[in-house]
């Protein structure tokens, strides 16, 4: 019943395009599940992937994706924990060796054996991907495998940026990029931990769409004349968030945050683009006790935390659906910035 051939995306040299063509179904090896991915959410990480941005080698040819929800098919004879017709994520950490001191205190995002969905091993741009059972997120049943993709890496990597910025119920982030994938779902974190939240992004369709989903105060990084005191501004006592969630794909932001977050406050650096370096003075940075630091994805406990939050309806980030098959014209709306929210592509057109 599990075919031999699949439809898949396919990148077949650095630079893309993604080729829309039929492939070979792979075997899970003894301590791994074959999903049937149903739905898969589009990262702008793929894009970086596709077009080898950062300085961490690729496999090519690459199937991308790496926020696949589907179905496990068959199991691998290890596997005792997870069994076939389970609705299951494929995340951006595919596996671990769970074995070194990373994996044995839970953070296992910074293994070095660390296996990337969509990037070292092919992903969720599928039909049937191959992912380590130890690694797959537990999905209910009762949970929408379309709208839970998005969840499966933006919403676990900004759930655990949240966590990582120490900020408290009341008070404020800024969040640069609010308008992308990632920066919708931080909008809808915030919001349901109590967190008031700044908007950075740019043009009126981002304005809107941030205000829906709970920001209170938005700064236009296309048209603002002084962006860090407008930020500051928004706060009440003008004194600046707490923290900056940086989740934009552009170095700007990078260099402004430092600037201004509140004294004692925490820039968590988060978006990836290409070739791009943070500074801060040092001076401002020490008197005023500003702290500097980066967060990757989650562990498998923020995994299923950030999943729980949806599951309780607490999340609720647009995204729209379109086939497998148009993945590449997501791409090109990614590279202008185009995008408010996700794309999720239905892996069965
Ligand atoms: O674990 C991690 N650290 C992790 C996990 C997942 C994704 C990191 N990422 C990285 C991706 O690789 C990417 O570099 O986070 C970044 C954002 O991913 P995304 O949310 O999937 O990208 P998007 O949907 O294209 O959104 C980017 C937004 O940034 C805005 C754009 O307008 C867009 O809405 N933006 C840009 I470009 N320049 C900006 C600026 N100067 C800006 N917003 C504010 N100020
Ligand atoms: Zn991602």
Partial sequence: EIPTEQWAQVVEQI???????????????????????????VCHTD???????????VKMPLVGGHEGAGIVVSRGELVKDVQIGDHVGIKWLNG????????????????????????????????????????VARL?????????????????????????????PGQWI???????????????????????????????????????????????????KDLVADVKAATPDRLGPHAAILLAVSEKPFQQASEYVRPRG?????????GARISAPVFE??????????????NRQDTQEAIDFFARGLIKAPYKTIGLSELQSVYDLMKSGKIVGRYVVDTSR
Avoid at 105 to 132: H, M
Avoid at 176 to 196: D, R, S, T, V
Avoid at 266 to 274: F, K, Q
Wanted: hydrophobic letters at 40%.
């Fill in 15 to 41: 630079g893309g395009p993604a080729v829309y063509k039929k492939i070979a179904v792979g075997k899970p090896g003894p301590d791994e599940v074959l999903v049937n991915v149903k739905y898969s959410g």
């Fill in 285 to 298: 940075t020490v008197v005023r006790m500003i702290q500097i630091k980066g967060s990757y994805v989650g």
């Fill in 47 to 57: 894009l970086h992937a596709m077009m080898g941005d950062w300085p961490l080698p």
């Fill in 174 to 224: 800024a969040i640069a990029g609010a308008g992308g994938g990632l920066g919708n779902m931080a909008l809808q974190y915030c919001k349901a931990m109590g967190i008031h939240t700044i908007a950075i992004d740019g043009g009126d369709e981002k304005r809107e769409a941030t205000a829906k989903l709970g920001a209170s105060a938005y700064v236009d990084f296309f048209t603002s």
């Fill in 140 to 168: 209910s049943k009762d949970i929408s495998l379309e709208a839970v993709a998005p969840v499966l890496c933006a919403g676990i990597t900004v759930y655990k940026g949240i966590k990582e910025s120490g900020v408290r």
């Fill in 96 to 135: 671990s060796c769970l074995s070194c001191s990373y994996c044995m205190t839970a953070d296992e995002p910074l293994c070095a054996e660390a296996q990337l969905s969509g990037y070292t091993v092919d992903g969720s741009f599928q039909q049937y991907a191959v992912a380590k059972a130890a690694h």
């Fill in 266 to 274: 925490a820039v968590v650096c988060i978006g990836l683009p290409a």
